[in-house]
């Protein structure tokens, strides 16, 4: 047991001595290899320190170089400046001196000016002295003061001034005169223009109705023969398109329309249709219609209580039931205002038959077979002279579109009653409410135009009366305001007949004597 015991004292013991010793070779070389830690550290701190120390200097010269650099610059500019100031300096040296020597020229100037206006004036009080010698010298000699001689040169001034206005105002009358006949042509040109194509399908056309198409092939007949038949006894060329059941008869004379289309229906009821036929059924609706012609005439003289009538002048007082104008049948126009006429003349104390035959004749012009070159109511009073009626019928025939000039009163009374019926809405086809728009449209051009006050749209859109302010438009601005009004209703809107632009300027100067 005491041997165990030593046993293991001896081995603590040792194991004791052992872990001293190795602790003490671990100590060692612990502090060995931090003692060449710390030698490695110091190394490499003196490396890195050496390293910094220049990239300090380096760094340092760099901003050194940069710094001269900039220094340099500011160098040059301070220069350059400088410079331009000293420049500058020069400059307005020179020109300070400049205006020195132009100050002292000015003042040499102005010395000579006032010397000069000294002796302008004294020049003046002698050329007046002159002057008013001369002029009583003048007076002496001409027996006359100055004051008249200047009276007397105004008064032919004035002489000739008025002599060359006048023949100045000729040759322009002159001018319009050529030019008016050529203008008139231009307006006439363009009224057909915007109206003749609706007119001439509404008045050169009539529809006949068929009951079924076979009928168009038998009024062709072989190669066309019928058709062409029917076409050179009638003078009214005969339309055979597609449209159903319906046949085309187109020509300007209505009543050879209607000669042609009375003729396809007794053609079509009777149904022999060939050459031979047709020639025979044309003669026959001619002469028919010629005798309702006369018919008419007799028949509308008789209704209005006309007597002594031209049997040619009631011949074509029946032609105008196949006549009309803008829609307007004519005869039935022409009894309206004949009519109207009879009316207006009775209320006025004047001959109302004499008027009532006017008003019935005042178209006439409108239907004879041969149409010369002539205006209408010129033409219809040229034929009434022919036939024999009065005077007074005859200048109403012919001055109701102011072709002539009115010698009697029932002329105006013709002519105003002439437009109330065909300014009556609806007698020429128009819509009320497209009738009323070209009056609204016509009173909003005017309005447009500056210094217009007031517009009024009257006789049915025939004339337009523009009022404008006196103050805002002259005499001659009034008369330029019409034609260029008349100008752009021409251009801009489609109408009937003429419309007459008055613009109206008035002064008036109120006062009340108490």
Wanted: aromatic fraction near 2%; glycine fraction near 6%.
């Amino acid at each position: 047991m005491g041997i165990v015991i030593g046993i293991v004292i001896g081995l603590v013991v040792g194991g004791g001595i052992g872990i001293v010793a190795t602790t003490t070779v671990l100590r060692d070389k612990l502090l060995a290899k931090s003692k060449q830690v710390l030698v490695d550290a110091e190394e490499k701190a003196e490396v890195i320190k050496k390293d910094k120390i220049l990239q300090a200097k380096e760094k340092f010269l760099q901003m050194k170089s940069e710094h001269d650099k900039q220094v340099q610059e500011r160098n040059s500019k301070v220069a350059a400046a400088e410079n331009k100031i000293k420049q500058r300096e020069q400059v307005l040296t020179q020109k300070v001196e400049e205006l020195q020597k132009k100050s002292n020229e000015l003042k040499n100037a102005s010395e000579n000016l006032n010397n000069q206006i000294e002796i302008l004036n004294k020049r003046q009080g002698e050329v007046d002295k002159l002057y008013k010698q001369s002029v009583e010298k003048l007076e002496q000699i001409a027996s006359m003061t100055a004051e008249e001689a200047k009276e007397n040169l105004i008064e032919m001034i004035k002489d000739e001034a008025r002599a060359d206005a006048s023949n100045y105002v000729m040759d322009i009358v002159e001018e319009a005169k050529i030019t008016a006949n050529e203008q008139a042509k231009k307006i006439v040109i363009q009224s057909i223009q915007r109206t003749a194509t609706e007119n001439a399908i509404e008045n050169t056309v009539s529809v006949f109705n068929l009951e079924n198409e076979e009928v168009k092939g038998r009024i062709i007949g072989r190669e066309g023969r019928n058709i062409r038949t029917l076409e050179s006894l009638t003078g009214v060329e005969i339309i055979i398109d597609d449209s159903p059941d319906a046949i085309i008869l187109s020509g300007f004379d209505p009543i050879r329309r209607e000669i042609a289309r009375l003729s396809l229906h007794k053609l079509v009821t009777d149904g022999r249709i060939h050459p031979a036929r047709i020639e025979e059924v044309v003669s026959k609706t001619r002469k028919q219609i010629e005798q309702e012609i006369i018919e008419v005439g007799k028949r509308t003289c008789i209704d209005l209580g006309i007597v002594n009538m031209n049997h040619e002048l009631m011949r074509m007082v029946g032609r105008m039931k196949y006549r009309s104008s803008y829609g307007q049948n004519l005869l039935q126009h022409s009894r309206e205002v004949a009519n109207l006429s009879a009316t207006m003349a009775a209320e006025l104390g004047l001959n109302p038959k004499l008027a009532k035959r006017a008003g019935l004749l005042h178209d006439i012009g409108k239907v004879p077979e041969n149409e010369p070159d002539l205006p209408h109511a010129v033409l219809g009073m040229k034929l009434a002279e022919k036939y024999k009626e009065r005077p007074e019928v005859c200048n109403a025939i012919g001055a109701h579109h102011d072709e002539v000039e009115m010698t009697s009163l029932i002329a105006p009374i013709v002519q105003v009653c002439d437009a109330i019926s065909g300014a009556r809405p609806g007698a020429r086809r128009e819509v009320v409410e497209a009738y009323i728009n070209r009056l609204n449209k016509l009173e909003e051009l005017a309005m447009t135009y500056p210094g217009v006050v007031k517009t009024y749209a009257i006789q049915a859109g025939r004339e337009l009366r523009v009022i404008v302010g006196a103050d805002k438009i002259n005499d001659v601005e009034a008369t330029q305001l019409s034609l260029d009004l008349s100008k752009k209703i021409q251009n801009e809107m489609t109408y009937p007949g003429q419309i007459k632009v008055t613009v109206i300027r008035e002064t008036r100067a109120v006062n009340y004597a108490k």
